[in-house]
């Protein structure tokens, strides 16, 4: 514990002196407790002083390592913790776990007679939100400065109304009473235009006039009256500086950041969720001799991408490329929709790609040139040279059905997604992952001398001590058994290899450890994706079994058209018709719908 607490201790003071969120992570990578600070390393090292804080004493002890992210503000910061709390749920952070998130205000400028409203929620509705707010008080403060200058309601009340007479908010001049008549509608518009410019942030004007205000109350000694528009101001103040992290548009983007010192290159990535960022991924790696930086960052968000689900509508980049509609045609096909890339040149969208190349040059100061993964796994494992090609190798199946395997390579520590492979398991019947990867291991090294350029240094298997003696045996029989072999079991990330039959615990800021983690989890990412597409066919193909008309060749025809029911349905009938004739496409038509 105390060599635990000495490390974590280092770990605090190299913070920077900064606004940000924390992370205190446990074992398994997971994320124990989150929090908000002015600077980051005068809060976290204050975990460490003498405290009867039993929560602190907790998180202290089941803490492995401290990580965090850069924000330009304190207020900033307070929002991405709210983010990364609902995503992440930590075991010690009581605040915040569940849906309830900072206020926005509501403008129904759909309605004839708009209201302004406070909501938790933002809905596409046409409605127009603002916010979001922190404190929570600046947004009721704000209704009531709608209230007050423009006359705008915050009730429901029926448009027009039976009441005989305007409710108090009237006679407190605070609403113009539309509900009785007593405004037309085309003034009522007119007040609720201007009280949008005043959410917009466009209330440069407006502030001119109130800073006069303030000022004369305060030459006249009328310093209650003075102090009221001195808040008033601030709260203009606070609905003019909005917060970058989260969009009242409910968009899907990433933000990309990239930062290259010498030969090594940063990219960083804020993942935005229905306009939320909720999460963040960072990775090093070294740059080819005479590649550009445009064309290195293309490669590595095209591997980033190449094996996930949930691809973004958007991404901000750093760098403009030469030609992105090539990027954007391999998203494309990953998506099965459009990506669109943008490089942003001014505004909201340029200050969060500046803020995410902060956090990748921060990146790059964390792991520095020394710490090279290659040459501490190379240094770990003994190997004789490299390693600079590591294939990497998983098994995914549900219960033993449609069993894949893939493989993964990574040249000088990059992913090399054009020498990827996928796997369908022939000769195994039921869940069995060790045989399933003897199986992958045997025809792919069954086909290679090791004298061949594309032999790896390097072999990474999915599991532990079993795994390494079961792909052993493989490579022994096929004459291979020098190929340097290791295995990284999960949760307890041990390494298992010929020099470390009883596995070894690397640290978990170790280089060597964090790309072979990498490594082995791009390998699950392609075996899961893999996997997940077979048995999506399998389950398309067997809603085709029995309409009538559908036969084999016809049904053959569909999948390899189609990738889904939906893509079906959405299809042309004539497309359909062309593809099984107008009696077999109707049929289809009628059973897909019922």
Not at 69 to 83: H, K, S
Not at 166 to 193: H, K, N, V
């Amino acid at each position: 514990m105390a060599c635990v607490k000495t490390s974590l201790k280092n770990r605090a003071r190299s913070l920077p002196d900064k606004p940000g969120i924390y992370f205190f992570m446990g074992q398994d990578k997971r994320v124990l407790y989150i929090g908000k600070a002015r600077s980051l390393q005068d809060r976290v090292r204050s975990y460490f002083l003498p405290t009867s804080d039993l929560k602190v004493h907790n998180i202290l002890a089941e803490a492995e390592d401290i990580d965090y992210i850069l924000t330009d503000t304190e207020r900033e910061a307070a929002f991405l913790e709210n983010n990364f709390i609902q995503q992440y749920q930590p075991k010690f952070n009581e605040r915040l776990k569940d849906d309830k998130s900072f206020p926005y205000l509501k403008l129904t400028v759909q309605e004839p007679f708009p209201g302004i409203y406070l909501t938790r929620r933002v809905e596409p509705d046409g409605a127009r939100y603002f916010g979001p707010f922190n404190p929570a008080h600046q947004a009721r403060k704000t209704i009531n400065l709608i209230n007050r200058y423009f006359g705008i309601r915050d009730c429901r009340e029926a448009i027009p109304s039976k009441r005989a007479r305007p409710c108090l908010q009237y006679d407190l001049g605070l609403c113009t009473a539309p509900c009785t008549g007593f405004i037309s509608q085309d003034e009522y518009a007119e007040r609720a235009d201007n009280a949008l410019l005043f959410l917009e942030g466009k209330v440069d004007d407006l502030l001119g006039i109130l800073r006069r205000r303030m000022k004369e109350a305060s030459e006249r000694l009328e310093f209650e009256q003075a102090g009221h528009w001195r808040d008033l101001i601030f709260t203009l103040e606070q609905i003019k500086e909005k917060p970058r992290f989260i969009s009242t548009r409910t968009e899907d983007t990433d933000i990309i950041g990239f930062a290259r010192k010498g030969d090594r290159a940063a990219v960083y990535v804020f993942i935005m969720r229905r306009g939320k960022v909720v999460r963040s991924e960072g990775l090093i790696a070294p740059v080819p001799e005479g590649l550009p930086d445009e064309s290195f960052l293309e490669r590595q968000i095209e591997a980033f991408y190449s094996c996930r689900e949930d691809l973004p509508g958007t991404l901000l980049l750093p760098l403009a490329l030469e030609d992105p509609g090539i990027l954007e045609e391999s998203l494309k096909k990953l998506a099965h929709r459009r990506v669109k890339i943008k490089a942003p040149l001014r505004g909201k969208n340029r200050k969060l790609v500046e803020l995410a190349d902060r956090n990748a040059a921060l990146l790059l100061e964390k792991r520095p040139a020394s710490e090279s993964p290659l040459l501490e796994i190379r240094s770990v494992l003994g190997l004789k040279a490299g390693p600079q090609v590591i294939e990497g190798y998983d098994i995914s199946n549900t219960g033993g059905d449609e069993s894949v395997g893939s493989r993964v390579v990574f040249r000088h520590g990059v992913p090399d997604k054009q020498s990827y492979r996928k796997y369908r398991i022939r000769s195994i019947q039921g869940p069995n992952d060790v045989a399933s990867l003897q199986e992958v291991l045997h025809r792919r090294f069954s086909r290679i001398s090791s004298n061949s350029e594309d032999f790896p240094d390097l072999v990474l298997v999915d599991g532990g001590k079993g795994q390494l003696n079961a792909a052993r045996t493989v490579l022994e029989s096929l004459g291979l058994g020098d190929t340097p072999l290791v295995s990284l079991a999960k949760r307890e990330e041990i390494v298992f290899s010929d020099r470390f039959p009883d596995g070894l615990r690397l640290d978990r800021t170790s280089p060597a450890l964090l790309l072979l983690q990498n490594i082995r989890d791009e390998a699950h990412r392609f075996a899961i994706a893999f996997h997940r597409r077979r048995r999506a066919k399998k389950s398309f193909a067997s809603l085709l079994d029995g309409i009538p008309g559908i036969g084999p060749k016809r049904k053959q025809r569909l999948l390899t058209r189609y990738r889904s029911v939906n893509a079906i349905r959405s299809a042309p009938q004539d497309e359909l018709a062309s593809l099984v004739g107008e009696r077999a496409a109707a049929a289809l038509r009628e059973a897909l719908e019922d």
